[in-house]
């Protein structure tokens, strides 16, 4: 998305801050007073001062600003909230967000409770003769089932998107009062990436008339459909400058050098199992049929990825020294993986379910223990307060729920069980650790467990991975793995760029490289005709051991310096007996699967949740063709669907964002 640039006009304009209202000049005045206690960040202030400049002198009320995760989003808009109530006597203000995770953070700083300071006392943002406003500055929480009548009596009104959706009653009546009831207010659209969704669209265009000013903020402004945002980007302050400031952590990846030393090769509907090593004949041809994700997702290796994680996680509480309380985050594809990984920590690394928090779409609202008050704890809440000293729960795994502000700087460390498709999700999982724990000049990391199967090397440039050297399995790291410095590697001259490309060490067919090369209008076009031409695996190759000889940390910076060194492997327990399911079981299994893959692949891709329905039947469909023969869920075998349910992360992947967009008729119609 291209950055306007403001050029020496606006430098000039903040020498004297000339050509604003005298309210103006005294609020940025106040604002910029270097004896205030409380002071904004440098590039916060540059943002507010931006906007201001953009409003009130180039006539511009469509902004966006672009600025990293854990660069104090809230405080830029509760700055500019106030400056809207001062100087240009607005009385009303809409903070949507997308999700529910993201409102009750900013509900925190916006809500007034007692004993607590709102965001406006915090950073003192109003002058002392206009204290007053502060008090017409409370905030209503849209709510499902809520009366509607706060919209009228409050200053903020701060909601999810979705509580302004004509879909829902709740929403088409929210809407109303808006519309109807209220007078001119401004909008300010937090994680503003998230409006590809055609009816989170048509609410801001339905509103524009009332909206006399609309601020998207966003850590990235790509949007998952591909399309640019429709507001103007003002200012863009990523990761490279908040390195530089120090205002984020550092990131570092690490990931196995590994190798399969043997294989368990199972065929569900003849029922033959064999074991193959490295030392027989068969084991290349073998190995050649496993899948990336089976580095992630088959046991063994899986094990062994959760290790080392523990093992980064214990290095990052000898840091916190009491001072703080580390966490660990984990990423899986779907909730039957989160349910898995949480079943491994408690039965192979003792850690429980008062230690393990599951935060998933199902589980959000389960109760995981209690509150002081004696009322009920639920996941969603618990996860809010993860990292504080005395809480119970220290690992977290999420399956794409925390994402865009959920903001716990005591993620220390994050585990992937999943490849990421969109590089939209990709940063934002990142971004959930990027927030320093404690301020100040203290070096911090960020310890990042992947797999180099998964190819995530293009997340790692777009993050600013901080370097990478291979450490022994068993060494337990100081600070000298923290940067100093952290260098961030700048393009100067693109003109000179050269793509060289990647060496080929083996003769396979990569459809996958082929599909890329074919243009999306043309895939979205024949969508069915590629689905129909996959091919998948009757036959199921397992990794049932593998080595580990070394484990990269990674460390990107203007030289991109690797170094390897030699490590012990790790040891993890045998595969436990899996529980036997029957058949109706398997049934319900598929079909629950299959809805969250169609939910999730919507979610990814940048679509509403409101075509899932019609995805779900192609999905089924399309397994019914390629797996079950021509025949339905209930007419196959218990071995089939056991197949089936082995093969999914294999369909999930087939499903690529051209795909589902022809599917569903192309981004314009998607949510129709």
Same mark, same amino acid.
């Given at each position: ?56 002198? #180039? ?12 660069? !104090? ?41 007692? !004993? ?27 709510? +499902? ?6 919209? $009228?009596?409050?200053?903020? $009104? #701060? ?44 609410? #801001? ?33 990523? @990761? ?30 003849? !029922? ?23 580095? $992630? ?12 994680? *523990? ?19 984990? /990423?899986?594809?779907?909730? +039957? ?14 850690l429980g379910r008062d230690k393990v928090l599951l935060v998933t779409e199902d589980t959000a ?23 504080? #000293? ?42 959930? !650790?990027?927030?320093? @724990? ?10 990042? /467990? ?12 777009? /993050? ?86 070394? $484990? ?12 390897? *060194? ?13 529980? +036997?399911?029957?058949k109706e079981e398997l049934e319900e299994l598929l079909k629950e699967q299959i809805v969250e ?66 599917? *569903? ?8």
């Open positions: 998305m291209k950055l306007t640039d403001l050029g020496q006009d606006y430098e000039l304009w903040k020498t004297d801050f000339h050509s604003v209202k005298d309210e103006t000049r005294r609020f940025l005045e106040h604002l910029t007073d270097k004896k205030k206690e409380t002071k904004l960040w440098k590039h916060q202030l540059d943002a507010v001062l931006r906007v201001v400049y953009s409003y009130e002198v #180039l006539g511009k009320n469509n902004l966006l600003l672009n600025i990293v995760t854990g660069g !104090g989003k809230t405080a830029i808009i509760g700055a500019c909230v106030a400056w809207l109530k001062m100087c240009q006597k607005l009385d009303k203000f809409l903070i949507l967000v997308p999700n529910l995770i993201v409102k009750d953070r900013l509900q925190r700083d916006f809500l007034v409770v007692s !004993g607590e300071k709102s965001v406006f006392q915090k950073f003192d943002f109003f002058p002392q003769e206009f204290k007053h406003l502060e008090n017409e500055l409370n905030a209503h929480v849209m709510e +499902e089932g809520a009366s509607p009548q706060g919209i $009228i009596e409050s200053g903020i $009104i #701060l909601g999810n998107i979705h509580q302004v959706y004509e879909s829902n009653t709740s929403g088409k009546r929210n809407l109303d009062f808006f519309l109807n009831k209220t007078g001119d207010f401004a909008i300010f659209n937090d994680e503003a990436h998230n409006t590809p969704a055609m009816e989170y669209t048509k609410v #801001l265009k339905m509103l524009t008339h009332k909206t006399v000013f609309r601020l998207d903020t966003t850590a990235t402004p790509e949007r998952a459909d591909g399309k640019p945002l429709d507001s103007e980007m003002i200012m863009e302050y990523g @990761i490279a400058p908040a390195l530089d400031d120090g205002i984020i952590k550092s990131v570092v990846v690490y990931q196995p050098d590994a190798k399969i030393v043997e294989l368990t090769y199972t065929n569900k509907i003849t !029922g033959e199992k064999k074991k193959v090593t490295e030392l027989d004949k068969e084991f290349k041809e073998a190995e050649a049929n496993v899948k990336p994700f089976q580095w $992630i997702m088959d046991s063994e290796p899986m094990k062994k990825q959760i290790s080392i994680a *523990l093992k980064r996680f214990d290095e990052q509480k000898r840091r916190a020294k009491d001072r703080y309380k580390p966490i660990l985050f984990m /990423v899986t594809m779907g909730i +039957e993986e989160g349910k898995r990984v949480r079943d491994v920590l408690n039965k192979d690394f003792n609202e389960e109760q995981v223990g209690w509150k002081p008050d004696g009322e009920p704890l639920t996941a969603r809440e618990a996860a809010t307060n993860l990292g504080k #000293l005395g809480t119970p729960f220290e690992i977290v795994i999420s399956v794409m729920m925390l994402r865009e502000g959920w903001d716990v700087p005591p993620v220390s460390v994050i585990l992937l069980l999943r490849k990421f498709c969109s590089q939209v999700y990709g940063q934002q999982v990142i971004g959930r !650790g990027l927030r320093k @724990i404690r301020e100040g000049d203290e070096r911090q990391i960020l310890a990042v /467990v992947d797999h180099p199967k998964l190819q995530h090397d293009w997340l790692w440039r777009k /993050v600013g991975a901080s370097g990478v050297r291979t450490v022994d399995t068993e060494d337990v790291l100081g600070d000298e793995d923290i940067p100093v410095t952290p260098k961030i590697q700048r393009l100067v001259r693109p003109e000179n760029l050269i793509e060289i490309p990647a060496p080929e060490y083996e003769t396979k067919i990569d459809f996958d490289a082929i599909l890329k090369k074919v243009p999306k209008k043309e895939i979205s076009k024949n969508w069915k005709q590629i689905l129909d031409s996959v091919k998948y695996d009757r036959d199921k190759w397992i990794i049932s051991k593998t080595k580990i000889e070394s $484990i990269r940390k990674l460390i990107v910076d203007k030289k991109r310096r690797m170094e390897i *060194l030699s490590g012990e492997d790790i040891d993890v327990k045998a595969e436990e007996q899996k529980r +036997e399911f029957s893959m169609a939910s999730n692949l919507l979610l990814e891709y940048g679509f509403g949740g409101l075509k899932k329905g019609e995805l779900y039947n192609v999905i089924i469909d399309h397994i019914k063709l390629k797996l079950f023969n021509g025949k339905t869920i209930s007419e196959v075998k218990k071995e089939e669907i056991e197949m089936v349910l082995d093969n999914l992360e294999e369909i999930r992947k087939n499903f690529t964002q051209p795909i589902v967009e022809g599917i *569903l008729g192309g981004k314009k119609n998607a949510n129709k």
